[in-house]
């Protein structure tokens, strides 16, 4: 698949905890739906709200797995995205600029 929109189509809904594991989260043991990322405090909704999060130290959020990264990594959709295909073990590159802006 090389076209961006049905990438994303395809890992939009990826599991928000496989996410965080992929990016290197830390469960927080007192809040198992609490996770630490770089410098980031990122909570995982659960049931209904599986695909949202929260920060809780910048008071900001969203949902799916994509603004997920990039709330993470700081980093545009494409970017996103081509870090979720690595996840799932695709090789894509989308781009050879980098879009992170950290």
Same mark, same amino acid.
């Given at each position: 698949?090389? =076209?961006?929109?049905?990438?994303? =189509?395809?890992?939009?809904?990826?599991?928000?905890?496989?996410?965080?594991?992929?990016?290197?989260?830390?469960?927080?043991?007192?809040?198992? !739906?609490?996770?630490?990322?770089?410098?980031?405090?990122?909570?995982?909704?659960?049931?209904?709200?599986? !695909?949202?999060?929260?920060?809780?130290?910048?008071?900001?959020?969203?949902?799916?797995?994509?603004?997920?990264?990039?709330?993470?990594?700081?980093?545009?959709?494409?970017?996103?995205?081509?870090?979720?295909?690595?996840?799932?073990?695709?090789?894509?590159?989308?781009?050879?600029?980098?879009?992170?802006?950290?």
């Amino acid at each position: 698949m090389s =076209n961006l929109h049905e990438m994303a =189509n395809r890992y939009r809904d990826i599991s928000l905890e496989d996410v965080v594991n992929f990016l290197g989260g830390d469960r927080d043991h007192a809040d198992p !739906q609490r996770w630490k990322l770089h410098d980031k405090s990122v909570w995982l909704g659960k049931g209904n709200d599986c !695909q949202r999060f929260y920060d809780h130290k910048s008071g900001k959020g969203g949902g799916g797995a994509i603004d997920l990264v990039m709330y993470v990594e700081q980093c545009t959709f494409k970017v996103a995205v081509e870090r979720l295909s690595l996840m799932s073990g695709e090789s894509l590159r989308l781009s050879r600029r980098v879009f992170c802006l950290s």
